[in-house]
């Protein structure tokens, strides 16, 4: 129960930048993913929110209080790490016990809390077991249950799921969701997996190079990614990108390929024209918002050839060459010829994206 | 989990080989006991029939060597008019001692050496290992004169701090590697979870149980056993066991009964010793958790 202010915050190792100028604020009770490749700076910025790291320069703040000096027993947080970190010589129960006995909270209510946390986690059964006796899944509920026994203020978890198997993470994604909204906990949730940001969070901070590069809803997110990077980042199958021309043409402004010519929308040549674009550009598209046919001849606008159909059950990642290049389309399962065969793609252009070539900032 | 089974195919050199150790093992187990034997049954027996011994090479009369009456004169002399007992005591404060200083404090430099990453820190671990390597001999003359200036010559805790000069490196160098096992990120979840850095580091104890067991033998036995500084250092108020069983070797009359008796009390504790670190070494062992 409490904002999260992230101010003016830098983290050097050395002469080596891990978090840059990062400016961000937690509301009470929010989910907030932060979501980067590895050494992207989150799991930095995450233990220094923790205190377990120093704060090269900047200002973290609780509430009103600043927390830069204060150690983790002292910043009332419960972190949940990427290897569970658990006291492997206790048991379930005692492991989960141990923040109420640092804080010397009476027996009978340990007693009833740990039981109430092991309830809500499902792990009462392994109450008496030692770690290595249990499967990840357990583990890391346990590791879960030590964080939520008492009431901090912040929840920080670590990539708290990424070992488990898939099929376990898309369970845990959902159980840990309803947790927090049960709870009500401020959370920062620090992950690599882009599924588990958009799943789960009230609000997306995608790092990349120790730089926040967009904060946003999951949906802003996805829509408008502010640049290449976060385009590419967030989505799976990842957003197809194409290096383009800009021509002016009696349709209006069109965007010219090896293989295709698109005419852009008013709205967006004008945000074009705003921003100045240079004559070369970048544009993405999500394989979602591709359409394809098969055979050479159909409605759709651009001729391709068939590279690879990758069937995923109900639907079907095709990647089709169109000019120079290659693009993935998802589209439902069906019959669709094989590699070499001729398609048609359709564009879909009002969810076209165009970058900039050089510096990658979306126009939009 | 993989299988870890070892696979072993029959073969002839095989079958040689498995007689052959089992002839070894024979041998080595009658190496290894039958001294220990022989001192335990002579501390038994009167001068005279300690002396009684089969001819060599006549193994028919082997029994002459069983043929005596058990007596714990030996035993009683020993302890009432030898004082046994006091030196018995010195050995085990000064063994023990020694052990308990270098086991925390030697626990405590290798936890920071472990954790803590500074300039000079790989030459510091060779300097520490490195006053091992010089013999005990160099060092008992500037010891002995740095001693007795401060007075500690003939007194147990001159002994233990004598032991631990030898001992304190060595125990940082084994619980180091012990430390280095356990991941860093179960103190930093002690520390979230409340814990101030010395809770953190109290808590991971148990997880180098198993070194700590190993190096407090090594620290014990080292004391028990030492005879140099006991003798030297030790000379006077504070005699170990291994000293005054040397003194028992007189030019005239050698006591073998005693000797053999203060050999018998000299080992059966450090025999009960192993016997008790080895139930708990394996229990730590076992435990086996330290990586996730």
Known sequence: ?364 | MASREIVRYRSPLRSALQGLSILFLIFFFVWTVLPLFIMVVSSFKDLLDAFQLPEVGDWGDIGVMFDFKPTGAHYVELFTEKHFGTYLRNSLIASLGSAAVSVSLGSMAAYALSRAEFRGKRDLLFWIISTRMAPVVAVMVPLYVIFRSSGLVGTLPGLILAYTTFNLPFAIWILKGFFDNVPYAIEEAAQCDGCTRWQAFRLIIPLVAPGIGAFIVLCVLFGWNDFLFASIIGSGGAKTLPVATAELVQPVKIQWGMIMAAGVVTTVPMMFLGLLIRRYLVAGLTMGAVRE
């Not at chain 1, 050395?14 to 799991?43: Q, R």
């Not at chain 1, 879909?348 to 994206?353: A, F, G, I, P």
């Open chain 1, 1 to 364: 129960m409490a904002t999260v202010t992230i101010s003016d915050v830098w983290k050097y190792y050395g002469k080596t930048m891990a978090v840059k100028e990062l400016n961000l604020e937690i509301k009470n009770n929010e989910f907030m993913c932060i979501l980067g490749p590895s050494g992207c700076g989150k799991s930095s910025t995450l233990r220094m929110l923790a205190g377990l790291e120093f704060i090269s320069s900047g200002d973290i703040y609780f509430d009103d209080v600043r927390v830069n000096d204060l150690p983790p027993r002292d910043r009332d947080i419960a972190m949940v790490f990427e290897n569970y970190a658990l006291y492997p010589h206790k048991t379930v129960y005692e492991n989960m016990a141990n923040p109420l006995k640092l804080r010397r909270t009476p027996k009978d209510e340990i007693e009833r809390r740990v039981r109430r946390a092991a309830e809500i986690l499902e792990i009462d059964p392994l109450l008496g077991r030692k770690p290595v006796e249990l499967s990840g899944g357990q583990k890391q509920r346990t590791a879960i249950g030590r964080a939520i026994v008492r009431e901090p203020k912040v929840f920080l978890f670590d990539e708290p799921i990424a070992h488990l198997d898939a099929k376990l993470r898309s369970h845990m994604r959902g159980e840990l969701k309803h947790l927090q909204r049960d709870l009500e906990t401020t959370t920062v949730y620090v992950t690599h997996d882009q599924l588990e940001g958009m799943s789960m969070a009230d609000r997306i901070a995608v790092m990349h190079e120790g730089v926040l590069q967009q904060l946003g809803t999951p949906e802003e997110i996805y829509n408008q990614p502010s640049n290449e990077f976060v385009a590419g980042f967030v989505g799976e199958p990842p957003m197809n990108f194409l290096d383009c021309t800009l021509e002016q043409t009696n349709v209006g402004l069109t965007v010219v390929h090896s293989g295709f010519r698109l005419a852009l929308t008013e709205q967006q040549a004008s945000l074009l024209t705003a921003g100045g674009a240079d004559a070369n550009v970048r544009i993405g598209i999500r394989p979602d918002n591709l359409a394809i046919e098969q055979g050479a001849e159909g409605s759709l606008d651009v001729p391709g050839e068939i590279f690879v159909i990758e069937p995923l059950g109900g639907d079907m990642i095709v990647e089709v060459t169109i000019g120079s290049d290659r693009v993935m389309v998802k589209t439902k399962i069906g019959p669709m010829g094989g590699p070499g065969d001729p398609c048609r793609i359709g564009f879909d252009v009002d969810k076209l994206h165009v970058f900039d070539i050089n510096t990658g900032v979306a126009y939009f």
